[in-house]
């Protein structure tokens, strides 16, 4: 029996992975695809600690793993299916079998959130994306629009200049949520034009994506944005297939920790995205990885 | 990575399209996150489907014809060929055993 399985190899699951090595123990992190998670998909993390010229997710996450894997944390390719949670036993179980452990730290991650309008599944992939740093550069002198108005929409948008012709930002409110230098950023790059308190009502196309109904919330007129791409930023919901009925869970579906990451079954632990919290950011992620592999020290110690 | 067959704008149709077994080819680049999570995972299939299936890749960044004449618009994006047609699209990052199943379809 395992001492530690931690489930989700990206920032948050990675560093759990390191503490636990460097606390000799015995663990293992099972990981779906590879390692990676959301920061693979931003282009530079600007506000990770000592990168003063920032440094692509990519690379920042692949030396998470070596720095992880230096210290012995096994990363095996396996997706898991189900788990059995009991105070006694932890039973995961996976496409290649099933693992036992005495503690847990789940690390599943979010992943962007659809708006749930007609035509947004139909066209993903043919013009709506999740992705601007992947998706961006097909889209070179074209009309984009960006749906969203936090960090991560007006990220996204300023990258997307880059290629586009235009970037119109909808947003479904009247001012951005974005921080102030993004907003300041955002304001002052001609490329992109605000569309202020906006919804998106379908997306229209035939093959691909042309354009998208909206309508103001303010006057309820509707209105027609002819554009090529549509990449949507409106948040993260949580990947909690696994723990839905296990544990408690907040209104989005998050799960609820308390200050040690520990969740409602003893030993069991959360950390990063699939946490409830406010900020999700590669240094919160971090930080929650370490003190959920210190939380689950402490729980092994109390066992013996 | 250095063994995995690479097409082109040039190459393609006679590697791919014209190839006497099924074929599959994952379009990437290089800025793209995400295909570089996928990449391991393709060139070890590459070796389990050896002489079975062509398994190559394409960078969008040096060839924009053939992606553009599959309507691509994501990436990652794995296409899978069977006597020169499409048979499968799968876009976005999956595991191993998710591609292995499309793939065995093509045999």
């Avoid at chain 1, 006694?88 to 290649?96: A, H, P, Q």
């Avoid at chain 1, 007609?118 to 009309?143: I, L, N």
């Avoid at chain 1, 090529?228 to 296990?246: A, S």
């Amino acid at each position: 029996m395992e001492d530690l399985i931690i489930i989700g190899a990206g920032p948050a699951g990675l560093t759990a992975g390191l503490y636990a090595s460097r606390a000799r123990l015995r663990t293992t992190l099972l990981e779906r695809v590879a390692a990676g998670g959301q920061i693979l998909t931003t282009d530079l993390v600007e506000n990770y600690p000592g990168f003063p010229e920032g440094i692509s997710g990519f690379e920042l996450v692949d030396r998470m793993k070596r720095q992880a894997e230096k210290f012995g944390l096994v990363i095996q390719n396996q997706e898991v299916t189900r788990l059995e949670l009991s105070p006694e036993k932890k039973v995961v179980v996976t496409d290649k079998g099933n693992l036992e452990c005495r503690s847990l730290i789940l690390a599943c991650g979010a992943v962007p959130r659809r708006l749930g309008v007609e035509g947004e599944g139909p066209f993903t992939g043919k013009g709506v994306s999740y992705c601007a740093t992947c998706d961006g550069p097909f889209y070179r002198d074209r009309d984009v629009a960006v749906i969203g108005g936090g960090n991560t929409a007006v990220e996204e948008a300023l990258f997307l200049t880059r290629f586009a012709y235009k970037v119109h930002l909808v947003h479904r409110r009247d001012k951005l949520r974005a921080t102030k230098l993004l907003q300041d950023r955002a304001m002052a790059e001609p490329k992109i034009a605000i569309i202020w308190d906006t919804v998106p009502l379908r997306f229209i196309g035939e093959a691909a994506v042309d354009g998208i109904d909206l309508k103001n919330v303010k006057t309820g007129e509707t209105s027609h944005l002819a554009v090529h791409g549509i990449f949507v930023f409106i948040g993260y919901d949580p990947n909690n297939e696994l723990v839905e009925g296990l544990l408690d869970l907040d209104e989005h579906g998050f799960v609820i920790t308390d200050n040690e990451m520990r969740v409602s079954v003893p030993g069991v632990f959360a950390a990063g995205d699939i946490r409830s919290k406010s900020l999700r950011q590669v240094t919160t992620a971090v930080g929650e990885g370490a003190a959920a592999a210190f939380a689950a020290e402490q729980y092994l110690e109390g066992l013996k | 990575m250095a063994d995995l067959l690479q097409v082109t704008d040039e190459n393609f149709d006679e590697e791919i399209i014209n190839s006497d077994i099924p074929a599959m080819v994952d379009f990437w680049a290089e800025w793209c996150g995400p295909c570089r999570m996928v990449g391991p995972v393709v060139e070890e299939l590459a070796q389990d489907y050896n002489g079975k299936i062509k398994i190559a890749k394409m960078n969008v960044d040096e060839s924009r014809q053939t992606p553009a004449r599959f309507g691509i618009r994501s990436i990652p994006t794995l296409i899978l060929f069977k006597g020169g047609e499409v048979a499968n699209t799968i876009v976005g990052s999956h595991p191993k055993d998710f591609i292995d199943e499309a793939l065995k379809k093509l045999l």
